[in-house]
């Protein structure tokens, strides 16, 4: 499964400057730690009110690693 792939195309349907995400991949035996950058006017939104988007992104990431046996982590810069 490509998680870089979920990730961007989840990010870029947020964000205002889609050409600006950028998702960086590191894979460890079972962990896959994905590294989200997008434009600074896009943070917010990305982020979402307390935190509520950024949980929801994290949450369909992991359940999709759970369907390979693989951790998934999502950070956002």
């Known amino acids: 499964m490509d998680y870089k792939?979920?990730?961007t195309d989840i990010a870029r349907a947020i964000v205002d400057t889609p050409e600006e995400v950028k998702v960086e991949e590191t894979v460890e035996e079972n962990e896959v730690k994905l590294t989200l950058t997008v434009a600074?006017?896009?943070t917010g939104m990305v982020i979402g009110?307390?935190?509520k988007i950024a949980k929801a992104i994290?949450?369909?990431m992991k359940v999709a690693g759970n369907k390979e046996g693989k951790h998934v982590t999502v950070e956002i810069e």
């Open 5 to 7: 792939q979920i990730l």
């Open 40 to 42: 600074p006017d896009d």
């Open 49 to 51: 009110r307390h935190g």
């Open 58 to 60: 994290r949450s369909v």
